[in-house]
DNA sequence: TCTGGGGTCCTAGGACCC
DNA sequence: TCTGGGGTCCTAGGACCC
């Protein structure tokens, strides 16, 4: 039997819940009725869009285009800062009225999910299940969602971005070559901007040009991924609604610092305070790392990362500190000036692989409890409750921290 | 003109072993 | 002196997504 799948996807996200938090705390305006943007901080070198209201997108306003194009595109922008915390509550709420459909659901990103609704049709129709959820998101929630319908996944997805917005499209198989090989080879999903124009100088300009290519034609040029851009074209996707919660497989945080930095003081306390970051969040999900990763970016936009694999998988923020100091100072290159920093651990297990000793000599035994208590204090207080008062060597911070808190 | 931050997966090459 | 392949692990970098 096929599979009946519903792909769930808001309508220009963290802009209309925005607006709907601000109409809520008694604003006048309506953020999506004007031209607006949600955008980064230029102050602090992140001055993207990140999301644009239908006036600021007929500006021909783009998402990740910096603020600065933006307002020369539409100089009556208005600009709103991003708000996390909001974003979530609305993704929950949206959440939690999906699961009066299906508990098959696939929390595919912050403001898309994925339905299973096979075997939960009872006497109603697919397509009946999307008009439903389109009209009560609007009704019960304040903003509006495109719902894709489909019998797998990628075509689900394919139709949800179909017209916007607040629109129910199907994509039968039968509908294909009239609403998908019509298409710009570049709305197909995971064709990004390195691959398109490969495609061009093949002469494939569109989702049809590519179905009907020679698949082996294309597993040669691009190797795995050429097999799945084929299938996608052809509507093929037999990959399952993931609606068991995973693991993640890596946590990593970056931050693009306000000025270029050539100092090595200064970034050895950068990588400090984002390892503890890593290795908090690490904690929190009860993971143990096996690698660590750091990434820099030099003015010039140029990337660099190294990683290094631990001899045993580790939490504690210290091991993660050391090894990134260790990986900082093997790939800074005299004179770079650093634009971006980030830490990340990879290759996560579940459990510590505990040595087996006859005699309990943990000898990170002292930085598992600091972390402990630090964490706790962490989640009491709030994340910054507890901070350096400025850089020093590892083993001052622990004495120092134990200080702090005696 | 000035370009975020969080992820996942894949590939190619080198080291090392048999 | 000059020379195999096959396999695994590790690392650096790239492509894509939202």
Redesign the pocket.
């Known amino acids: 039997m096929e599979k009946q799948i519903l792909h769930v996807?808001v309508n220009n996200?963290f802009l209309s819940w925005t607006a709907v938090e601000m109409l809520k705390q008694g604003s006048e305006i309506d953020i999506r009725q004007i031209p607006a943007i949600i955008g980064?901080d230029?102050s602090?070198?992140?001055?993207?869009v990140?999301a644009k209201s239908m006036k600021a997108k007929e500006c021909g306003v783009k998402?990740?285009?910096?603020?600065?194009?933006a307002r020369i595109k539409c100089p009556n922008l208005k600009i709103f800062p991003?708000n996390f915390p909001i974003y979530r509550k609305y993704s929950n709420q949206l959440y939690q009225l999906l699961l009066e459909y299906t508990d098959k659901i696939e929390r595919?990103?912050?403001?898309?999910c994925f339905l299973d609704m096979t075997n939960y049709l009872r006497n109603d129709t697919l397509l009946n299940k999307g008009y439903e959820i389109n009209r009560r998101v609007r009704e019960e929630l304040g903003f509006t969602v495109n719902v894709g319908v489909a019998n797998n996944k990628l075509l689900a997805?394919m139709a949800s971005?179909f017209t916007k917005p607040d629109r129910v499209h199907t994509l039968w198989k039968e509908e294909i070559p009239e609403k998908m090989w019509t298409l710009p080879v570049s709305e197909?999903?995971?064709?990004?901007?390195?691959?398109?124009p490969?495609l061009y100088n093949m002469q494939i300009k569109t989702i049809g040009d590519l179905a009907k290519t020679d698949k082996t034609k294309l597993e040669k040029k691009?190797?795995?991924?050429g097999t799945l851009m084929w299938e996608y074209a052809n509507g093929i996707d037999t990959s399952e609604v993931k609606y068991l919660p995973?693991?993640?497989?890596?946590?990593?945080?970056?931050?693009?610092l306000p000025k270029n930095i050539s100092d090595m003081d200064k970034l050895e306390e950068i990588v400090l305070t984002?390892s503890e970051?890593?290795a908090y969040?690490l904690r929190k999900e009860k993971l143990y790392a096996?690698?660590v990763?750091v990434q820099l970016?030099t003015?010039?936009?140029e990337?660099?990362?190294?990683?290094?694999?631990l001899p045993e998988a580790t939490d504690t923020t210290k091991q993660i500190y050391m090894t990134a100091k260790e990986?900082l100072h093997?790939?800074y290159r005299k004179g770079q000036e650093i634009?971006?920093v980030?830490v990340?651990v990879?290759?996560l297990t579940d459990k510590k692989d505990e040595q087996i000793s006859l005699f309990n000599t943990n000898k990170n035994e002292k930085q598992e409890k600091l972390d402990k208590v630090i964490d706790q204090l962490k989640n009491k207080y709030g994340y910054n409750s507890v901070t350096r008062a400025t850089k020093m060597d590892v083993d001052d911070l622990v004495k120092f921290k134990k200080e702090e808190y005696k």
């Open positions: 996807d996200a980064g230029e602090k070198r992140s001055g993207i990140l998402t990740a285009d910096t603020i600065y194009q991003s595919f990103s912050i403001d898309e997805k971005d197909l999903f995971m064709l990004g901007k390195k691959t398109v490969k691009f190797g795995k991924h995973e693991k993640p497989k890596c946590i990593g945080n970056s931050v693009t984002i970051q890593v969040r096996n690698t990763n970016r003015k010039n936009f990337d660099t990362s190294h990683q290094k694999k990986l093997e790939m634009r971006l980030g990340r990879d290759n």
